[in-house]
Each structure stands twice: as structure tokens, then as C-alpha cells.
């Protein structure tokens, strides 16, 4: 059998930190000595061509492993998987629940938490915020904030001053009428300056309370995608939003200030550069909708793969990801504190679950941080409140080199744990050591 070799495409952000450790050097080395012409070529493309793929807003991999972005960044440690948190429960967390929440070193609290409980969604995150620093102040905590969607009318204090704002504040078709996301909720014009100011307010003065460590930015994608919402609003007015959107996160960055994090929405394999191109906005992106695609077997594997792709560029540059990963369906054992991960699942649900695992550690640097679970509202959620699994708690130890790649199956080896993923199959093994 002949050498494994990593094969994976960049899409932007080249592997610097990896590819000096790769035998691409040994290959440029017999290219210099056969072909001296052939191997500048080379190298010229490999250095231009990836950043070429993008608008001139992209930065460099250098730029994103500024001192200034290491400082706020979230506990880390490769002694064992790093995990996230995401979660919602519109009344009052108990004391149970808070001593749960403070053992996540990175926390973002979904729209409507303690909306009843506390009267809006800013209270009841701030509420939630201070009652889990009190335990352990090393945890980061996020503010959601949809940057397109009006989600959950009346849940934010702040709507009050967006109904007063001058302007069109909702978004409209071009003869008119609402437009609806998911034929429900509107979507703010982006275009309105006074939109932007209101949005750009609102983040801040949350994010001004110490118990707050930063924002995440939700819908990102639904901003970035080309196609979504062209035909109803034109060209030109998803061309406009799109503008303003990279302005809005530039001036949210400079309001916020050096010690706040900003985690968007982002990373997304339906985008023809999977949001490698607006990174540099954020100190990192959330992933969900990893495995997906549509038009058979073929483009789910492609992909997979382009998401892999995009989670490694994005690490290995730096960049905090938080990625998870949905069950696909609702988990039906009851959840609690002490139910053995054994229990909770059965033999199908326990092959997503290392599958899940798997894609993460063939992907993860410092900074990857891992949630798997079947849905994020406290009151429905099966594995909200489970005992974390002991594959979480093992051993993991430094990653030895990247993944490698032979046609749709994965490896890596760390120091405690060999990871074996086959995209095609949808499997992982993973032997502890």
C-alpha cells in the first residue's frame, strides 16, 4: 500500500503551520532539481492562488493569531475534547443547571433565554451570565444576536427602538410587500443606516456588561449566500445588504472593543468559499449543517469534504470553531444529570455520536471547541443536562500532524487517540491509547 498523503484542496487560508511538516517538501525538492521552472511556477501558484479566490476584504492566516485575539480567547486544553454550549430556556436557570452550564469553557445563550422570566431576552442572558461567573469566571459567554432575522417579536428590550427608527426598517420584495423568512418572521433592511446603528447599539450595550464576553452572530450564511432572497428583492438590493453587512461587523469590532469575542454564523459548505472569504470579520465561527448536500450520494460525500476542508483551514489558521453536530432526530430516553451516556443511547444513535466525534478530531486545533445534541431549547432537549460522555473525559493529548486523506477516509493520530473517518460510510473508529 503505497504512503498516505495529505490530499486536501485549500479553499483560502493556506496550511502553513502543516505543510512544512508535509512530504510536499520532498516534492518540491525533486521538482527543483527536474524541473527548476515548473517548481517557481508552483510555488507561485500555491502562494497566490487561494487568496486570489476571495474579494479584498480577506486577510492573511498571520493576521488572525494577533496577541490581541489570543487574550479573549476561551480556555483550552488538549488534555481532553474541549466542549461548547448552546442553549436556550426562556424562564430561569436553577442551580443545577448553572453548576452544569460552568463546566463549559464557551457558552452562546439562544434567543429568548429568560425572555419569560426576566422580561427580555438582554435580562434574562445577563441573569444567566452572572449566575455562572459566579461559579467560574473563566467561562466565555456570548450574546446571541441575529444580524438579518427578526426571530421572536418581542423577546428583545431593544425592539421597542427599532419599531421607532426612520425609514424602512423591515425588509420588502420589490413590489412591496414583507418578505417573510420561512414564511414567518421578517428581515431587517440592512440598507437603513438607522437599522445598522440600532443593531450595532444593541450588541454593545450588552456586550458592555463584564459578565458578557462577547457576541455571536447569527444568519451570517443567509447574508453571504448569493441566491437567498435574489429573486424576491433583486440583485442590486442583496448586492447593497451584502456591502453593508462587512461594514456593520468592522464597526461592531471597533465599538466592541479589543477584549470582546465575535463568533459568526458563518462557515458553510453552500457557499462557494465556505465563508473562508468574510473569516477575517470574526474571531471564529459556529458550524452546524456539516454533512448535508444535495443530488445524491456523490455531492453529500463532496459535501463533507469541503466542510472538513473549511474547519481545518479555519483551526489551523487560528480561528475559534465551534462546531456541532444534531442527532437528526429527537433522543427519547429521559434526560438527566447522572444518566450513563450508555443509556441514552442506542447502538444507532451511538455511531452518529462517534461520527460526530470523529469529523471533529480530524478537524480540530487549538480553539475547536464540540456539541453534539438534538436541539437547543432546555425544556425539549434530551441531551441538555446529560452526563458528558467518557469519551469527552479521556485523554486526548496533542494532535502528532494533520489529517490524512486517501479517497473518503480520514486519519489522525494524537497522543492518547487514533481517529479513523470514512465520509462515504458515515464511521468512525476511534482507539483510545
Known sequence: MAPEKNVDKPIGLSHQKYERQSKGSMDMRFLHNKYPLMAIMTIILHAVLPLALFSGDMQTADSSNSAERQ?????????????????????????????????????????TTGARGFGSTEKGTLAAARAIKAINPKVKILFYW????????????????????????????????????????????????????????????????????????DAVVKVMADGFLKSRIGEAKKQAIKRQFFGMMKSLRERLGPDKLMVGNLLRSLLPDAGMGALHLFDGSYMESFC??????????????????????????????AFTKGWGHKLKTPY?????????????????FYYALGLFLICAEKYSYFLVHDGYDAKRSHTWMMKLPDELRRPLGSPKGPAQCRGHEYRREFAHASVRVDIAKEEAKIQWH
Open 71 to 111: 487574550k479573549r480567547m476561551p480556555h483550552f486544553s488538549w488534555d481532553h475534547v474541549q466542549c461548547y454550549m448552546h442553549i436556550r430556556k426562556d424562564t430561569a436557570f436553577t442551580r443545577e443547571e448553572v453548576a452544569y452550564l460552568a463546566q463549559f469553557p464557551l457558552i452562546t445563550f439562544e434567543k
Open 146 to 217: 441575529n444580524v438579518f432575522v427578526r426571530w421572536a417579536n418581542g423577546a428583545y428590550d431593544s425592539y421597542k427602538a427599532l419599531n421607532e427608527l426612520p425609514g424602512q426598517v423591515l425588509l420588502t420584495d420589490r413590489a412591496g410587500k414583507p418578505v417573510l423568512i420561512r414564511n414567518k418572521v421578517p428581515a431587517y433592511d440592512l440598507t437603513n443606516p438607522a437599522v445598522r446603528e440600532w443593531w450595532i447599539t444593541t450588541a454593545q450595550k450588552v456586550c458592555s456588561d463584564p459578565a458578557i464576553d462577547g457576541v455571536f452572530v
Open 292 to 321: 448535508g448536500g444535495r443530488g445524491g450520494e456523490e455531492a453529500r460525500i463532496a459535501y463533507t469534504a469541503k466542510s472538513i476542508r473549511a474547519f481545518q483551514e479555519a483551526a489551523r489558521a487560528g480561528y475559534l470553531v
Open 336 to 352: 438527566s444529570a447522572k444518566t450513563p451516556f450508555s443509556v441514552i443511547m442506542n447502538e444507532e444513535e451511538r455511531k452518529r
